[in-house]
């Protein structure tokens, strides 16, 4: 269907008004490229006022974790980005109501300021410290505690050698309905009467005691290791004297509770060199059981030694206590009314101080990473109408082709354009201009960027009022 008048005077100022569109889009991202370089300035002060505390937060949380079980979320930027982008269950900008939180009922944050209660404290999205499958050091205390119990039920002996007495189960038994029966139990079970022969009392291994050694042995070392490896999470470079210091005596109260259990391990598994009590028909195993732990040499379950392994659970439960009261202290809360969004001056510590610097990054009035990203939108948003217009373009030359004419017309039939690649002698072309009515004829002569036409164009077309020639294809 050909094109209307109105449509092609319409289509012939788009394709002439591209260009121009374009080299404003560019001007608007070159402003925003020059801003931009303000703006990004300011949101790297931001952010390095938020990483230097999230330095300390990071590893005094993956501390706080191995002493208390709760898992800890760590803040990365890309959580912060999320936040200025809205995206869906980001954490600064709750914003999904199928997820009641609980300081958000509704699931949806309404307040200029970000929300601080989880990431910016170290919970999930849903306000909590996850502690399922999570491994705390009072766990592995609680394993050695629970051997200790097990070998604190044994007898002095049994503990210091491993070994139990009994007495010779050997004898003969009279009277049995069915003989012969060979063993005590059989023999009375079967109406006989057991003589015992009265052989020697004999040791042997006692199975309890030989796998709670096994046991407590494997418990201490995993105590041992997980020390060491909370010792390893230590924050070693605090700037504040005050909690360095703290971290300091942390470090040493593990190393000297490692210490005790190296001792401890170095101890003989058993009492071999003690000559233990000899006779029979019970002597031997009477005279064991009244033994006490002075009557044997030091070895690791004999009741002095043990001692060693209790009193310092003992002493590092006190320390975990402490240790986990400094850590709060140290990471703090942040001083806002969830209620409200109210930012008020009740907070304390590092997670209050990477608090402040996220709201001044994510804060709906001004922060400095929403205007970072709205730079970038913005910048976006240009070349996208210049995609536009390019397809655009595309389409309306392949139904027209359009020069603008750059000087006026001389109320005669020749003009000069921008462009004459796209015409040819004997062309039928329109001219037109903005308020000016649309003549139409043929081309004549073209040289250069001069056209000859056949027709007389009024010196009002000129450049200024959009004049310009076209020709429908």
């Not at 990004?40 to 006022?49: M, R, V």
């Not at 040499?297 to 240790?323: F, H, M």
């Not at 209620?339 to 990054?361: F, M």
């Not at 990473?369 to 070349?383: F, M």
Request: proline content about 3%.
């Amino acid at each position: 269907m050909a094109l209307t008048q109105a449509e092609r005077i319409e289509i012939s100022k788009k394709i002439i008004d591209i260009p121009l569109q374009n080299a404003a889009f560019d001007n608007i991202k070159a402003n925003l490229d020059a801003n931009l370089i303000k703006i990004t300035n300011e949101d790297n002060a931001n952010k390095s006022l938020m990483d230097n505390n999230t330095a300390f937060i990071d590893p005094y949380q993956s501390e706080l974790t191995q002493l208390d079980g709760n898992a800890r979320t760590v803040l990365v930027e890309q959580d912060v980005v999320d936040g200025a982008q809205k995206i869906k269950q980001n954490y600064f900008f709750p914003n999904d109501n199928q997820v009641s939180l609980p300081n958000v009922p509704d699931g949806i944050w309404k307040f200029l300021a970000p929300f601080s209660g989880s990431i910016a404290i170290g919970k999930n999205y849903t306000e909590a410290f996850p502690t399922t499958g999570n491994i705390k050091e009072q766990d592995k205390i609680d394993t050695v505690n629970a051997q200790i119990t097990i070998i604190e039920a044994a007898i002095a002996g049994t503990r210091s050698t491993g070994l139990e007495c009994s007495e010779d189960a050997s004898g003969s038994c009279a009277g049995e309905t069915s003989p012969p029966q060979t063993t005590q139990i059989t023999c009375e079970a079967d109406g006989g009467v057991w003589t015992p022969s009265g052989g020697p009392d004999s040791y042997s291994p006692e199975a309890v005691i030989q796998q709670a050694l096994i046991d407590i042995v494997a418990a201490v070392n995993d105590w041992k290791s997980f020390m060491l490896a909370e010792k390893a999470l230590i924050l070693t470079t605090d700037t504040d004297t005050g909690r360095q210091a703290d971290n300091d005596s942390a470090i040493a109260e593990i190393d000297a509770s490692v210490a005790v259990l190296d001792s401890w391990l170095l101890y003989d598994d058993w009492d071999t060199t003690t000559v233990l009590p000899s006779g029979s028909g019970g002597t031997a195993c009477t005279a064991f059981a009244a033994m006490v732990a002075a009557n044997f040499v030091a070895s690791k379950l004999r009741a002095a030694e043990l001692q060693e392994i209790t009193d310092e659970i003992t002493g590092r439960e006190i320390v975990i206590s402490n240790r986990i009261t400094q850590l709060n202290t140290n990471l703090g809360s942040v001083g806002q009314d969830l209620s409200t969004g109210e930012i008020n001056a009740s907070g304390s510590g590092l997670y209050d101080n990477r608090y402040k610097a996220i709201n001044v990054r994510l804060n709906l009035l001004g922060g400095s990473l929403n205007k970072k990203l709205g730079n970038a939108r913005g910048q976006d948003a240009q070349d996208a109408q210049k995609a536009t217009n390019a397809s655009a373009a595309a389409l309306y030359n392949s139904v027209m082709k359009v020069s603008i004419m750059k000087a006026p017309a001389s109320n005669t039939g020749t003009i000069h354009v921008m462009d004459t690649a796209d015409f040819a002698i004997g062309n039928t072309v329109y001219l037109v201009a903005e308020d000016q009515a649309e003549l139409t004829g043929s081309i004549l002569n073209i040289s250069g960027n001069t056209v000859f036409l056949d027709f007389n164009v009024p010196a009002k077309y000129t450049h200024t009022n959009r004049s310009r020639l076209y020709k429908i294809l």
